[in-house]
T-cell receptor
Framework: EADIYQTPRYLVIGTGKKITLECSQTMGHDKMYWYQQDPGMELHLIHY???????EKGDLSSESTVSRIRTEHFPLTLESARPSHTSQYLC?????????????FGPGTRLTVL | SQKIEQNSEALNIQEGKTATLTCNYTNYSPAYLQWYRQDPGRGPVFLLLIRENEKEKRKERLKVTFDTTLNQSLFHITASQPADSATYLC??????????FGTGTQLKVEL
């Protein structure tokens, strides 16, 4: 079982609310990632970080923002949630070695915006 | 544009048989190819990784092949069990250690 945690697991909120999805890992990994996944669809990378104070946008454009102040913590924030933000959000971490980039995933947060 | 294709239709097989899942890609030169398992409502779990210069990799009942001339990877589960029922995702690793995932193939192993 990977030591990567996401809270909350489920969130239902109204349009216009500000939300923060939490992600923490206890493995000391430098690299962390946020993916968005709709039912039956592929994971899309929306943000990633190579370490403290490093954040980059992923391949899928997202209105969310992220921060990386501590190695173990990589929260994702939506300033004003909209129904189009309804999706599953998955956090992952990795410590690439010579053998590639196995990623460890959290259980995900299922967000519903009404 | 870069594309990863996995069978969108579910694969139904009988217990004890070998399941074979396909991952095809275009406009990619991946350094590594990975396979993950995802159960409903859960995050993916890493299974196997194969390098571009490797033809085959095995782990217990799992086998992965990687043919860079065909731009294809095959994922095999031998002696399949109902507990193997899940969605299996193919992921390609390119520059910057970032992964690009396919949509996955749902496997159902029936008694």
């Amino acid at each position: 079982e990977a030591d990567i945690y996401q809270t909350p697991r489920y969130l239902v909120i109204g349009t216009g609310k500000k939300i923060t999805l939490e992600c923490s890992q206890t493995m000391g990994h430098d690299k962390m990632y946020w993916y968005q996944q709709d039912p039956g669809m592929e994971l899309h990378l929306i943000h990633y970080s190579y370490g403290v104070n490093s954040t980059e946008k992923g391949d899928l454009s997202s209105e969310s923002t992220v921060s990386r102040i501590r190695t173990e913590h990589f929260p994702l924030t939506l300033e004003s949630a909209r129904p189009s933000h309804t999706s599953q959000y998955l956090c992952a971490s990795s410590e690439p070695g010579a053998g590639g980039n196995e990623q460890f995933f959290g259980p995900g947060t299922r967000l519903t915006v009404l | 544009s870069q594309k990863i294709e996995q069978n969108s239709e579910a694969l139904n097989i009988q217990e004890g048989k070998t399941a074979t899942l396909t991952c095809n890609y275009t406009n990619y030169s991946p350094a590594y190819l990975q396979w993950y398992r995802q159960d409903p409502g859960r995050g993916p779990v890493f299974l196997l990784l194969i390098r571009e210069n490797e033809k085959e990799k095995r782990k217990e009942r799992l086998k992965v092949t990687f043919d860079t001339t065909l731009n294809q990877s095959l994922f095999h589960i031998t002696a399949s069990q109902p507990a193997d029922s899940a969605t299996y995702l193919c992921a390609l690793e390119g520059g910057g250690n970032k992964l690009t995932f396919g949509t996955g193939t749902q496997l159902k192993v029936e008694l």
